[in-house]
């Protein structure tokens, strides 16, 4: 099972929107899974970068309202796509 420990949930709680990226449609989940309530309420509205289009899908279907799906799973376009969503 993947950690979801103090730093995690001090990142999540810091100002302003949080930026997720993610590569797996299980990690969404196991995330989901771990997090409280008020947390994963939090999570799904987040910046939420996926590495390919079933990624995003599954996202979207588990409610997260603010996805994007990134040209590929390099690290470059995971970069780019979450600096196209700030602000």
């Known amino acids: 099972l993947p950690r979801w420990d103090r730093r995690h949930r001090a990142a999540l709680a810091a100002p302003g929107r949080?930026?997720?990226?993610?590569?797996?449609?299980?990690?969404v989940d196991a995330l989901l899974r771990l997090a409280t309530p008020r947390e994963c309420e939090r999570l799904r509205g987040a910046r939420a970068i996926a590495s390919s289009a079933r990624v995003a899908a599954a996202l979207r279907s588990a409610g997260f309202r603010h996805v994007r799906c990134a040209a590929s799973a390099l690290a470059a376009d995971l970069l780019a796509a979450a600096l196209s969503t700030s602000g």
Do not use: E, N, Q, T
């Open 18 to 27: 949080p930026v997720l990226v993610v590569s797996s449609a299980d990690a």
